[in-house]
């Protein structure tokens, strides 16, 4: 089982980055998939997921409005896009798969953003 995050890097506030997250191992398209940030010193908190079939998203009040998560079945891929960025932002973005049916909870190895003029 593989997660593999891309996308990261250094970005000024106001401008977009979109990370992928790559997968392999496993059924993708059975999995719920979310994106985790974690910052110096603070908890990983849940920013944005997807529902294993269908459109269903959920994101964190702080990234309401300026985030978009998606995923693409075909390609065992899931996106984040991130607009409007803010220096609060900065974090290690984590991917996570889900399945609650058997407990099956993967993760990937983290990318760093980070908002900085």
């Known amino acids: 089982v593989q997660l593999v995050e891309s996308g990261g890097g250094l970005v000024q506030p106001g401008g977009s980055l979109r990370l992928s997250c790559a997968a392999s191992?496993?059924?993708?398209?059975?999995?719920?998939m979310r994106w985790y940030r974690q910052a110096p010193g603070k908890v990983r908190e849940l920013v944005a997921a997807i529902r294993s079939y269908g459109s269903n998203t959920n994101y964190a009040d702080s990234v309401k409005g300026r985030f978009t998560i998606s995923r693409d079945n075909a390609k065992n891929t899931v996106y984040l896009q991130m607009s409007n960025l803010k220096p609060e932002d900065t974090a290690v973005y984590f991917c996570?798969?889900?399945?609650?049916?058997?407990?099956?909870?993967?993760w990937g190895q983290g990318t760093q953003v980070t908002v900085s003029s």
């Open positions: 191992g496993f059924t993708f398209s059975s999995y719920a």
């Open positions: 996570n798969a889900l399945r609650a049916v058997n407990g099956n909870n993967y």
